[in-house]
C-alpha cells in the first residue's frame, strides 16, 4: 500500500523538478575564435603548409644496419657533412680489421723481397758450389785413372765413372746458378707482383673505411634536425623511412594550395598575406619565391566538411618573415588580392 502511494509522488517531484530546470537560463558558452577578415576587397583564399627554405630533406642510411646511436638531437643546427645518427659497425670494423692484417703480411712479403740478396745466404750457396767443384774433381780423378787401367778394369766400370763424373759437372753448374740467381737479388717481375699485391691489399683496406664511413648518416648540407624517424635499435635502409628530418629553419616558406579554378586570376605580384590558424587578428605578409606550374591533386587537406578531396591546385612558394615565429608543417590561411 505504502509503494503504491510513493510512486505517484515521486513521478510529480520528477516533473516539477525537470520543469524548474526548463526555466533556468543556459550557461553561456565560451566565446569561439572569430573569423579572420580579408584585407583586401578581392581576393583569392587558400591554405597554406609552413615549410622550411629548400623544403625538408629526407636524410637515408647509405648502408643497411641497426641504428645505434643519435649524434644530436632533434632541433639541433647541424653544419654540411656533420654525423646525425650512427649505425652499427661492428662487421664492418672486423673487416677492417681484416684487411689491415693482409694489408701487413702483403707488405711483409714485399720487404723480404727487397732485401734480397741477404748478406746470411751467400755462405752456405758458396759452400754448395765449393762442394760441388770438389766432387767433381773426384770424379775426374776416378775416371782418369779408369781410363789408364784399359781394358783391365772393365768396360762397365769405366762407363759408371764416366757417368759420375757428368753427374758431378752437372751438380756443380746448378750449385753455380743458384749462387748467381742469389746474388742477383729478386727479379723485376716478382717485385712487381708483390706491389701489386700491397696495392691491392691497400685497396682492400680503404673500401672497409668507406663502408665504415657509411654507416654515419651525415647532413647533405646545414640545416636543423626537425625529426628522428628512426630511434637506436630500429633497422635502417637505404630504401626505407630515412633516418631524421632536415630542414633550414632560418628562412621559412608557405606552400600556398589555390583551386585550379582561380589560377586565372592569380598573379605572382600581387600582394599576399597569411593568417595562422587561431591567431585571426595576425597577418604576416608574404613575398612570392616561386610557382610551381604542375596543377596537381590537394595533398594538404584542411579537413573541413565542405572540402572535396578530388580538388586540383596550383602550388606557390612564398617567403615569411624573418619574425613569423611559425614551425614547419604549421597551416595558415592564405589570402592573395585580385587586381582589377
Same mark, same amino acid.
Given at each position: 500500500?505504502?509503494?503504491?502511494?510513493?510512486?505517484?509522488?515521486?513521478?510529480?517531484?520528477?516533473?516539477?523538478?525537470?520543469?524548474?530546470?526548463?526555466?533556468?537560463?543556459?550557461?553561456?558558452?565560451?566565446?569561439?575564435?572569430?573569423?579572420?577578415?580579408?584585407?583586401?576587397?578581392?581576393?583569392?583564399?587558400?591554405?597554406?603548409?609552413?615549410?622550411?627554405?629548400?623544403?625538408?630533406?629526407?636524410?637515408?642510411?647509405?648502408?643497411?644496419?641497426?641504428?645505434?646511436?643519435?649524434?644530436?638531437?632533434?632541433?639541433?643546427?647541424?653544419?654540411?657533412?656533420?654525423?646525425?645518427?650512427? %649505425?652499427?659497425?661492428?662487421?664492418?670494423? &672486423? +673487416?677492417? @680489421?681484416? #684487411? /689491415? !692484417?693482409? =694489408? *701487413?703480411?702483403?707488405? $711483409?712479403?714485399?720487404?723480404?723481397?727487397?732485401?734480397?740478396?741477404?748478406?746470411?745466404?751467400?755462405?752456405?750457396?758458396?759452400?754448395?758450389?765449393?762442394?760441388?767443384?770438389?766432387?767433381?774433381?773426384?770424379?775426374?780423378?776416378?775416371?782418369?785413372?779408369?781410363?789408364?787401367?784399359?781394358?783391365?778394369?772393365?768396360?762397365?766400370?769405366?762407363?759408371?765413372?764416366? %757417368?759420375?763424373?757428368?753427374?758431378?759437372? &752437372? +751438380?756443380? @753448374?746448378? #750449385? /753455380? !746458378?743458384? =749462387? *748467381?740467381?742469389?746474388? $742477383?737479388?729478386?727479379?723485376?717481375?716478382?717485385?712487381?707482383?708483390?706491389?701489386?699485391?700491397?696495392?691491392?691489399?691497400?685497396?682492400?683496406?680503404?673500401?672497409?673505411?668507406?663502408?665504415?664511413?657509411?654507416?654515419?648518416?651525415?647532413?647533405?648540407?646545414?640545416?636543423?634536425?626537425?625529426?628522428?624517424?628512426?630511434?637506436?635499435?630500429?633497422?635502417?635502409?637505404?630504401?626505407?623511412?630515412?633516418?631524421?628530418?632536415?630542414?633550414?629553419?632560418?628562412?621559412?616558406?608557405?606552400?600556398?594550395?589555390?583551386?585550379?579554378?582561380?589560377?586565372?586570376?592569380?598573379?605572382?605580384?600581387?600582394?599576399?598575406?597569411?593568417?595562422?590558424?587561431?591567431?585571426?587578428?595576425?597577418?604576416?605578409?608574404?613575398?612570392?619565391?616561386?610557382?610551381?606550374?604542375?596543377?596537381?591533386?590537394?595533398?594538404?587537406?584542411?579537413?573541413?566538411?565542405?572540402?572535396?578531396?578530388?580538388?586540383?591546385?596550383?602550388?606557390?612558394?612564398?617567403?615569411?618573415?624573418?619574425?613569423?615565429?611559425?614551425?614547419?608543417?604549421?597551416?595558415?590561411?592564405?589570402?592573395?588580392?585580385?587586381?582589377?
Amino acid at each position: 500500500m505504502i509503494l503504491k502511494l510513493a510512486l505517484p509522488v515521486l513521478a510529480v517531484a520528477g516533473a516539477a523538478g525537470a520543469f524548474y530546470a526548463s526555466l533556468r537560463p543556459a550557461p553561456a558558452s565560451e566565446p569561439g575564435i572569430p573569423m579572420a577578415a580579408s584585407p583586401y576587397h578581392a581576393r583569392i583564399a587558400g591554405s597554406g603548409l609552413v615549410e622550411s627554405a629548400g623544403e625538408e630533406v629526407a636524410v637515408a642510411a647509405a648502408l643497411p644496419g641497426i641504428v645505434e646511436r643519435h649524434a644530436v638531437a632533434a632541433g639541433a643546427r647541424v653544419g654540411l657533412l656533420e654525423p646525425i645518427a650512427v %649505425l652499427d659497425g661492428r662487421v664492418q670494423r &672486423a +673487416a677492417l @680489421a681484416s #684487411a /689491415e !692484417a693482409d =694489408l *701487413v703480411a702483403a707488405a $711483409a712479403r714485399l720487404a723480404d723481397l727487397r732485401s734480397l740478396p741477404r748478406a746470411d745466404d751467400i755462405p752456405p750457396a758458396e759452400a754448395r758450389v765449393a762442394r760441388a767443384r770438389a766432387d767433381l774433381a773426384l770424379a775426374d780423378d776416378r775416371l782418369a785413372r779408369a781410363v789408364a787401367a784399359g781394358p783391365g778394369l772393365g768396360a762397365e766400370e769405366t762407363a759408371a765413372r764416366r %757417368l759420375g763424373r757428368d753427374a758431378a759437372a &752437372a +751438380a756443380l @753448374a746448378e #750449385a /753455380e !746458378a743458384a =749462387l *748467381v740467381r742469389l746474388r $742477383a737479388g729478386a727479379t723485376r717481375e716478382e717485385l712487381a707482383v708483390r706491389e701489386a699485391e700491397v696495392t691491392q691489399s691497400a685497396r682492400a683496406v680503404d673500401a672497409r673505411r668507406v663502408d665504415l664511413d657509411r654507416l654515419v648518416v651525415k647532413a647533405p648540407a646545414a640545416a636543423t634536425v626537425l625529426r628522428f624517424e628512426l630511434q637506436p635499435g630500429e633497422y635502417a635502409t637505404p630504401n626505407g623511412s630515412a633516418v631524421a628530418i632536415l630542414g633550414d629553419l632560418d628562412t621559412l616558406h608557405v606552400r600556398a594550395q589555390i583551386d585550379e579554378r582561380d589560377t586565372a586570376r592569380f598573379s605572382a605580384s600581387a600582394a599576399a598575406v597569411a593568417i595562422p590558424r587561431g591567431q585571426p587578428g595576425r597577418r604576416l605578409d608574404l613575398a612570392w619565391v616561386r610557382t610551381e606550374p604542375l596543377v596537381r591533386p590537394k595533398r594538404a587537406l584542411t579537413g573541413d566538411v565542405s572540402e572535396r578531396v578530388d580538388t586540383r591546385v596550383l602550388e606557390v612558394m612564398y617567403r615569411l618573415p624573418a619574425d613569423a615565429g611559425l614551425h614547419p608543417g604549421q597551416q595558415v590561411d592564405v589570402e592573395i588580392e585580385v587586381r582589377p
